[in-house]
């Protein structure tokens, strides 16, 4: 059969009950206690939770039967029971007892009275994300961070700034139960530093440190000058900024201005080095050339500049166009289209066309029978960029016969010839 157990309590009346939360406890088993007690009764109960009483232990009070009051209501099974409806701030008591058919054990009693106490949660800060790293702002802007927390009790809120107490004058802080904020209305480089946030509940408390960097623009180079000019280049140097900003140096920008124009253009950026060459500069021109340095926080708002222009000489150089032998387009005339045989019919003018190149330009002769035609009213002869034409004007069988195209120029001769037959209308 089943062992069932009976849990008691009694209060110690020799501190007075402090009205507060109403607090829950789970009943651990006594080791001494529970030797005295059958077997059955002494596996009855296991620890939940270890209680921690408040000052030396105390002896076992001996108290009456009837000062005893029962937990529970009915025996349980399990090996462990909750009291509810305590006081915060009470002494109590346990014992427990084994019950079976034969009867009920001795009490296994703890050795000490339990203080009752509210529970309390540890204390936790939840950093964020973008705090777990150095916090970079740029002067003039707004910190305004808020760090949640939690905790129970409510935890006391603290402040510090390189281990010492924020200025009220400079941070303002605004905590609620649940977060803290801090807040700097127009940030300074002097806000710079590192800060703790602690919060505590009783004896436990949590801390959290974070960077709060502060950066503006860095000062102008130093002692620049032009180490060198040579062919289209001038070679630079300069020093560092006395000022950085409260920031590394991420680089430097160059820009030179023609002493004509007075115009600046950037001709290097984000240089890293603390020299540089300029170069593709024009041949003639005098130039000046500043240098601005730059941090996270921008370029600086003035810059070094030279003291004396940088001029480019002009060099000794002649021009020689290349040398190239001319090509020779001389040629005999050619006919590249031939004269084409032709009939026609009494009365209706026709035309006959052949073309022809050569240089120089060719003399052309047009021939009936080898015989020159001259200042005759009959024919009309034309040469347009190498085409040549011949009109015949209402020709009759008499026009008739073989006629002949010729070209002529200091490189030789060409000709070409066709048949024009005149018929007679029946």
């Not at 701030?89 to 339990?114: C, E, F, H, W, Y």
């Not at 000062?219 to 020093?239: R, Y």
């Not at 920008?253 to 290097?268: I, P």
Request: proline share 8%; glycine share 6%.
């Amino acid at each position: 059969m089943p062992t069932k157990a009976l849990i008691q309590k009694a209060l110690d009346k020799n501190l007075p009950a402090k009205p507060a939360k109403e607090t829950e406890t789970v009943v651990p088993a006594p080791e001494a206690a529970a030797e005295k007690a059958p077997v059955e009764a002494a596996t009855l109960v296991e620890p939940q939770a270890p209680v921690t009483a408040l000052g030396p232990p105390e002896p076992e009070v001996p108290m009456e039967e009837d000062t005893w009051l029962s937990a529970n209501p009915e025996p349980i099974l399990t090996t462990h029971y909750k009291i509810q409806g305590l006081t915060t701030g009470d002494k109590m008591l346990v014992r427990v007892k084994a019950t079976n058919r034969g009867g009920v054990s001795n009490p296994a009693v703890l050795n000490q009275a339990i203080q009752l106490r509210e529970i309390v949660g540890h204390p936790k800060i939840r950093l964020p994300h973008n705090l777990r790293e150095t916090f970079v702002c740029v002067v003039g802007e707004i910190i305004n961070l808020l760090i949640p927390f939690q905790g129970k009790p409510q935890p006391q809120v603290s402040w510090s700034k390189n281990g010492q107490p924020l200025d009220p004058k400079r941070v303002s802080v605004r905590n609620s139960d649940k977060d803290t904020i801090l807040f700097i209305r127009n940030s300074e480089r002097k806000d710079s530093g590192k800060y703790e946030l602690t919060v505590q509940a009783d004896s436990l408390q949590d801390k959290a440190a974070f960077e709060i960097h502060v950066i503006e623009k860095p000062g102008p180079p130093q002692s620049i000058k032009m180490v060198d000019v040579w062919g289209f280049n001038v070679a630079l140097e300069w020093t560092p900024p006395k000022d950085d900003g409260n920031s590394d140096i991420t680089g430097y920008t160059v820009q030179k201005s023609d002493k004509k124009t007075g115009e600046w253009f950037t001709v290097l950026e984000h240089n890293h080095s603390t020299n540089c060459t300029v170069s593709d500069l024009v041949m003639g021109n005098s130039y000046y050339f500043r240098v601005f340095a730059e941090n996270k926080g921008g370029l600086s708002e003035k810059a070094a500049a030279t003291e004396d222009c940088a001029f480019i000489k002009k060099t000794g150089n002649v021009y020689k166009p290349p040398e190239f032998s001319e090509h020779d387009f001389s040629e005999a005339p050619k006919f590249t289209h031939a004269l084409n045989d032709r009939t026609t019919t009494t009365g209706y003018s026709t035309k006959l066309f052949c073309s022809v190149r050569g240089t120089p330009k060719p003399k052309i002769v047009w021939m009936k029978n080898q015989m020159e035609i001259r200042e005759d009213p009959k024919y009309r002869a034309l040469t347009n960029q190498g085409i040549c034409s011949l009109e015949i004007r209402k020709p009759c069988p008499f026009d008739g016969g073989v006629y002949t195209c010729k070209a002529v120029n200091s490189l030789g001769e060409a000709s070409v010839d066709c048949r024009l037959d005149v018929t007679v209308p029946q």
